[in-house]
């Protein structure tokens, strides 16, 4: 079956920075990758995904990168607000299954002031 | 919030208690999945229902028992759990449980085995 790693798994940057979270997937077959943000209370909310016919796709102040060749994609937030710490889970489908969706392990981001 | 209610927020059982989670969607959609978050470890897929209809049971213990009643309605029922069962239970929908769809995720019931 598919297997996700996700790196780093905690990561603190100052406010203003940029985050770089970066996934592996291992199934070639897989074509559609959401990433999601989870709060602490919370359960984990969809910010953005990419599907396997683009390269790239952003909104606002956070884009998404895809390279199938490598089978890895990237998550970067630009201009990092303390509204941003959170952990954010990588994911990627398999399929011919009913969104039977593949998780990393998550990234605690922590921005600090 | 996303219009996907969980209850109980937390839960303290027993190994020899039953108790029930409960989730609720007001979306619309057709499929709901059960989803075990524990630390350190991915979301693990538990259930899947798409129409009412279990499509998926990722080998998951008999001591985990769905239903789902309709589209809008989906509880696990727990009974002789094991301390290792602690962890956040999510309930998630989508429109139609196809490839690709957006999954909506509830708050999730925090579960405590003693």
């Known amino acids: 079956g598919e297997n996700v790693e996700q790196h780093p798994s905690t990561l603190s940057v100052q406010e203003g920075d940029s985050a770089v979270i970066k996934c592996t997937y291992s199934?070639?077959?897989?074509?559609?990758f959401p990433w999601y943000k989870q709060e602490l209370g919370k359960g984990p909310q969809l910010i953005i995904d990419i599907r396997s016919n683009v390269g790239e796709k952003k909104d606002q102040r956070i884009a998404v990168t895809l390279n199938k060749t490598a089978k890895h994609f990237s998550l970067h937030i630009t201009e990092t607000q303390p509204e941003d710490s959170a952990v954010y889970f990588c994911?990627?489908?398999?399929?011919?299954?009913?969104?039977?969706?593949?998780f990393g392990t998550g990234t605690r981001l922590q921005v600090t002031l | 919030e996303t219009g996907v209610t969980q209850t109980p927020r937390h839960l303290v059982m027993g190994m020899t208690n039953k108790k029930s989670l409960k989730c609720e969607q007001h979306l619309g959609h057709n499929a709901m999945y059960w989803y075990k978050q524990s630390a350190k470890k991915p979301l693990e897929l538990m259930f899947v229902?798409?129409?009412?209809?279990?499509?998926e049971n990722n080998s998951v213990p008999s001591r985990f028992s769905p239903e789902c009643p309709n589209s809008s309605h989906l509880f696990l029922h727990l009974h002789t759990l094991q301390p290792e069962d602690s962890a956040l239970y999510l309930c998630a929908s989508s429109p139609e449980g196809g490839v690709g769809e957006t999954q909506y995720f509830g708050p999730g019931t925090r579960l405590l085995v003693l």
């Open positions: 199934d070639s077959a897989s074509n559609y």
């Open positions: 994911a990627a489908i398999i399929t011919g299954t009913a969104s039977k969706l593949t």
């Open positions: 229902y798409n129409f009412k209809e279990q499509t």
